[in-house]
Nanobody, 126 residues
Framework: VQLQASGGGLVQTGDSLRLSCAASGRTFITYGMGWFRQAPGKEREFVAAIKWIDSSTYYADSMKGRFTISRDNAKNTVYLQMNSLKPEDTAIYYC????????????????????WGQGTLVTVSS
């Protein structure tokens, strides 16, 4: 499974941005996908996830209401719509896919994801 993240860039506080993660290869072995982010000097943190079978979505508390994860089956692509961006949202955003059918039990645990994209940088200026 190969993942290609895109859509990052430099925006201002309050702006919106949509990230994309295009999946290719043996995507049929995956059960869902998540977004994580890592800010400079900080540990990687969970952002959002989506489960394929019923499109259930999961969010980190701090992102609820501002970020939305969605999917386009025809394009094998997952999106992360980010609204009302803040400087503290500045980070490299990574998409990841899980081949674990129960990943949603601990969806925020990065070790439940087995395939990772290269990351896309989001910079929010104040």
């Amino acid at each position: 499974v190969q993942l290609q993240a895109s859509g990052g860039g430099l925006v201002q506080t309050g702006d919106s941005l949509r990230l994309s993660c295009a999946a290719s290869g043996r995507t049929f072995i995956t059960y869902g996908m998540g977004w994580f982010r890592q800010a400079p000097g900080k540990e990687r943190e969970f952002v959002a996830a989506i489960k394929w079978i019923d499109s259930s979505t999961y969010y980190a508390d701090s992102m609820k209401g501002r970020f939305t994860i969605s999917r386009d089956n025809a394009k094998n692509t997952v999106y992360l719509q980010m609204n009302s961006l803040k400087p503290e949202d500045t980070a490299i955003y990574y998409c990841a896919a899980s081949s674990d059918g129960t990943f949603y039990v601990s969806y925020s645990n990065s070790r439940r994801y087995h395939y990772w994209g290269q990351g896309t940088l989001v910079t929010v200026s104040s």
